[in-house]
């Protein structure tokens, strides 16, 4: 046959095998990053670090961080109460804010006792000291 009917090959194809095989990886890759971010904030907020308190927080109560497949609201509460109990230097009104978002949208007096023993233990292990409830707002 002429050779501009010969069969010629299909750069496109091999291009989009290329591009699917590198969007899979991408989704690999980022998929093993965000489970390293909840256990990395978590880890940091263990050792003081204000932000990745925040961080904690946020991934408990969305749910939306890989490692952390549901939301756990009184988890996140407890970590809001140990925010504001840090007394640390970027504590400001959002962190407030958040606390009387994530906590006293819990369902239950119980679940609120939950949350306050949790975050009790929490900064025992952190602080090693008693928590400061009465820097909660009432």
Request: glycine share 4%.
């Amino acid at each position: 046959p002429p050779r501009s009917l010969q069969r010629q090959p299909r750069p496109l194809t091999v291009t989009m095998k290329t591009i699917v095989i590198a969007a899979i990886l991408v989704g690999w890759i980022s998929a093993a990053s965000a489970q390293e971010a909840l256990e990395t904030y978590r880890r940091k907020a263990m050792a003081r670090d204000y932000d990745a308190q925040r961080e904690t927080a946020l991934c408990l109560r969305t749910g939306k961080c890989v490692g952390s497949p549901v939301p756990n609201a009184i988890e996140a509460c407890a970590w809001r109460m140990v925010i504001l109990g840090s007394g640390h230097g970027n504590v400001d009104a959002s962190d407030t804010a958040n606390y009387q978002d994530d906590c006293w949208s819990l369902s239950s007096d119980q679940e609120r006792a939950v949350a306050l023993t949790k975050a009790e233990e929490l900064f025992r292990d952190i602080y090693q000291r008693e928590f400061p409830a009465d820097r909660l707002p009432r």
